[in-house]
């Protein structure tokens, strides 16, 4: 009996959520980095910042410090393991909705990136950071940071089903630095010169950072610079998940 797509993408989704707590080592790396990396940035460039560019170089950071938590946070790892031992074409004989597989995935993804958020912005808040929209804006600040999570995931599963390969599936880690880097991550937009001010201009991480930003200041929501964010995503939540479902379809096809 074919159950409903709602309950396939479940099934999907809470086998990858069970798998975590067996595989410690894939996650825990995933939060020390970027916490490291906010602490260091912080004693090192806080007090430049601020006599330099009069920045609160703390809630400035926390939001890049978050992207370096959550970018290229997948279970596409352990898709190609699924792939290599003949599980996932064992699914594929059966009536499972065929995009569930993919989809159930990613909903375990979104939980996991969330999980990564919130202990960085913890420690956002213990350096002082503040929020002052409350806790709409802190909602609004994770919900932001697991969306471009997700979005981002679909290059990860493209790959792991295009190629079944892990060792490809890990490179694909490369595509997270000109994404991240490439970008305000260290500096205002306004103090960038050359190429790389015109390559972050059109970096969709950018306008990310910017309304990540936005709702760690006063002066309430600011509706362009989260618009432009949710936009920014969603092209490139469209570019992975079209890559992601089109080598699906190519793998179920193989299968």
């Known amino acids: 009996m074919r159950n409903g797509f709602l309950t ?65 946070v997948s279970r596409a790892s352990t898709l190609v393991t699924d792939i290599q031992n003949g599980y996932f074409d064992r699914l594929c004989v059966t009536p499972v909705n065929r995009i569930a597989l993919l989809l159930g995935l990613m909903v375990a993804d979104f939980a996991i990136v969330v ?86 201009t059109y970096n969709p991480v950018t306008y990310l950072l910017r309304a990540m930003r936005s709702l760690a200041r006063t002066g309430g929501w600011d509706l362009v610079s989260l618009s432009e964010a949710a936009l920014a995503i969603a092209i490139v939540g469209v570019i992975t998940m079209t890559l992601a479902l089109l080598a699906l379809r190519g793998r179920v096809k193989g299968s």
């Open 8 to 72: 396939d993408m479940a099934s999907i989704s809470m086998r990858a959520l069970r798998q975590i707590p067996r595989e410690p080592d894939s996650v825990v790396p995933l939060l020390v980095v970027p916490l490291f990396f906010y602490v260091v940035n912080v004693a090192a460039l806080g007090n430049i910042a601020k006599l330099a560019v009069h920045l609160d170089f703390k809630a400035f950071e926390l939001p890049a410090a978050i992207l370096f938590a959550v970018t290229g």
């Open 115 to 200: 999980s990564l958020t919130i202990p960085v912005l913890l420690v956002g808040l213990a350096y002082g950071v503040t929020f002052v929209d409350g806790l709409a804006g802190v909602i609004v600040f994770v919900l932001l940071a697991g969306a471009w999570g997700v979005a981002f995931t679909g290059f990860p599963y493209a790959i792991a089903l295009k190629t079944g390969n892990p060792a490809a599936v890990n490179t694909s880690f490369v595509l997270f630095f000109p994404f991240t880097f490439l970008t305000t991550a260290f500096m205002p937009q306004r103090l960038l010169s050359g190429w790389l001010a015109t390559v972050a």
